[in-house]
């Protein structure tokens, strides 16, 4: 299947989760930049937009493995 890069609100409402949690995901190397996410401008630090289909494919696979993943929320 085709990437999709969505933008914070799509990925958070597809992933069923909130942007502090994603947001928090990057920071812990979860989500890792250039894979799961990109800027949308280089010389901005946002928005930032999601590749929607990698994201939950870590997501799997962290819940998979009975990593507290969905616990780690700011």
């Not at 990925?11 to 979860?30: I, K, P, S």
């Not at 930049?33 to 289909?53: C, I, K, M």
């Amino acid at each position: 299947s085709q990437s999709r890069w969505v933008n914070a609100l799509e990925a958070c409402e597809h992933l069923n989760v909130n942007e502090t949690t994603l947001r928090r995901w990057q920071e812990l190397g979860y989500l890792k930049p250039g894979t799961h996410w990109r800027r949308q401008f280089a010389d901005r630090p946002e928005p930032v937009e999601y590749n929607l289909s990698w994201c939950k494919e870590e997501m799997d696979y962290w819940r998979g493995h009975d990593a507290p993943i969905m616990d780690v929320a700011a």
